[in-house]
């Protein structure tokens, strides 16, 4: 059936209620059946978990047979089944209404661009490539690696006032920077290109007037935060004398992010009494390390588990792993494998968070528990939902530690930049991990295999862990880069305490994200230690 080979591209939203076991048993003897092309069929599961995916059914079903039939009353959501909906519209004899549905599609998605060019006719289907969905298209073709067919669907754009500028990103995205950086300066009605400029532009004067140009012309406030993080970090590591005249050019703008970066400068300057005097985090763990005031931080965070480390921890095993399922039509469906229905299941309950996970739908049980996270001693089965661990891992703590932050355990993951499944290992890395781990005739394609990726993965943190001896420089180094890590241990020595770990941390890893990724795997490994380890993993300084 089409639909169901449409489950693996799409994840369609639900505002469900609630799963009755007797629906559920319903649900299944219909799939046995396969005859969804029935407004009874359709009214059986109005106000359930299942009211989506069964309009989705009806309209594949319907469509199927041929001819016309009643149509659902509900607005369609998600590109599925405006497809769906629109394709129907058709077949029902409502042309006109089913065009502005297509079009919609076109805008969200390029995965039904034959099938709309096929239903409507080659006319038609470029009278809907109006310059709103042309943007959109070009823009998402370009940013997944697309170029050729970016390139094509831009003919229809010249004359265009982001004609330019979205053929600059392209040849971005394809690897001609010259060109690239040539054709932004050109596309002088999008200010959007000083952003570009920004990054692209090789001395540090020509970036600093670019990033002034766009916070005040651009229009995205994240965009521009984004942009000020990474000009912070560049200028800090290349000339800080030109950090301290971005510092100041961010300040009105970012006021929070001013008090964070002037505080990391006096921490690697180590003038620790001019750190800002603010009650939370990182300030309060800076002056605890810099000038011995007592630590008053509460929670499990980074900074935390190092200068105040907990003695146990807060939930019992056997809580957490307790058979916990109460919804009786989710478990059912679980139990007798129809997860591809479950996946179409996104209400925002603890039961369906452990239905995901129980599917193996990982990242989306994480997603979903994580609304519960200050709940957890009410739902202590979600610790396993937001810590899963694949038997693919054979239990490895650092290694799954790593993954969660990675992927969340989609062994689907394809990063922008070529980063590929559950470890997210880039092919020029799988190269030398495959002539390391001797395995002959590597492909790059080897990586989407979950026993390959997972493999390669685990040996290349623990042998980062064996260079760098302290899990949390190994995990800056599986991010950064292990040159990025080394020259960090050169300029401030050897880390020998926690305060050591902080301060390089925060002070010498030259990027927000890498910074970030530390702090993070290291809360992973603290729950991954105390859930499936010996719960002494996370103590790294406790035998130093």
């Known amino acids: 059936m089409r639909l169901l080979l449409l489950l693996a591209i799409f994840l369609i939203p639900l505002n469900a209620l609630a799963l009755p076991k007797d629906r559920a048993v319903l649900f299944l003897n219909y799939l046995k059946s396969g005859d969804f092309c029935s407004l009874k069929f359709l009214n059986s599961f109005k106000g359930t978990s299942l009211e989506r995916l069964s309009r989705l059914l009806y309209y594949d079903s319907c469509l199927g047979r041929g001819g016309r039939f009643p149509l659902p009353s509900e607005r369609p959501k998600g590109a599925v089944e405006l497809f769906l909906r629109a394709e129907a519209l ?116 020509e970036k600093f007037s670019y990033f002034k140009r766009y916070l005040k012309e651009g229009k995205s406030r994240a965009a521009k935060r984004r942009l000020s993080v990474y000009l912070l970090d560049y200028s800090f590591r290349k000339d800080l004398g030109f950090f301290k005249k971005v510092l100041k050019t961010v300040k009105p703008f970012f006021p929070r992010l001013y008090g964070y970066y002037l505080g990391r400068y006096y921490l690697f300057t180590g003038e620790c009494k001019r750190v800002p005097r603010r009650p939370e985090l990182p300030f309060s763990a800076w002056r605890s390390v810099c000038l011995g005031v007592p630590f008053k931080g509460r929670g499990v965070n980074f900074y935390s588990l190092l200068l105040k480390p907990p003695k146990s921890f807060p939930f019992k095993k056997e809580e957490v792993f307790a058979p916990s399922f109460k919804d009786s039509g989710l478990k059912l469906l679980v139990e007798r494998g129809a997860c591809y229905a479950v996946s179409f299941i996104e209400d925002k309950t603890p039961q369906n968070a452990l239905a995901q996970y129980r ?66 290992i880039m092919p020029t890395t799988g190269r030398y991990l495959a002539r390391k781990l001797k395995v002959r005739s590597f492909k790059v394609h080897h990586l989407f295999n979950p026993n ?75 729950y991954y230690s105390n859930l499936y380890g010996t719960g002494k993993e996370w103590r790294i300084f406790s035998s130093r």
Not at 400 to 419: C, D, H, K, P, T
């Open 90 to 205: 058709l077949k029902n004899g409502r042309r006109k209404e089913a065009l502005p549905l297509f079009k919609r599609v076109l805008k969200l998605t390029d995965s039904f661009d034959e099938d709309i060019a096929l239903a409507v006719g080659a006319s038609a289907y470029k009278s809907l490539l109006t310059p709103n969905v042309l943007r959109v298209k070009i823009w998402r073709l370009a940013a997944r690696g697309n170029t050729d067919e970016a390139l094509f669907y831009l003919s229809f754009l010249r004359g265009d006032r982001f004609y330019t500028y979205l053929l600059a990103y392209t040849f971005l995205k394809s690897g001609k920077r010259k060109e690239a950086v040539s054709l932004f300066k050109s596309a002088e009605e999008i200010p959007r290109r000083y952003l570009f400029l920004t990054y692209l532009s090789r001395s540090l004067p």
């Open 359 to 424: 599917c193996g739908y990982y990242r989306r049980g994480i997603k979903i528990a994580a609304l519960f996270k200050k709940r957890l001693h009410r739902y202590p089965y979600l610790l396993k939902v937001l810590y899963p661990a694949p038997e693919i891992f054979g239990g490895d703590v650092y290694a799954l530690a790593i993954a969660r932050q990675e992927s969340l355990f989609n062994r689907r993951a394809y990063s922008r930049s070529g980063a590929i499944g559950y470890m997210q």
């Open 452 to 526: 390959v990726n997972v493999k390669f993965g685990t040996y290349y943190i623990h042998s980062l862990m064996k260079r760098f001896k302290l899990f949390p420089l190994a995990a800056a180094a599986y991010n950064g880069g292990p040159g990025r890590v080394a020259k960090a241990l050169r300029l401030y020595g050897p880390v020998n305490s926690p305060a050591d770990l902080i301060i390089l941390t925060d002070g010498y890893l030259p990027f927000e994200e890498t910074r970030d990724y530390v702090k993070r795997t290291f809360v992973n490994l603290y």
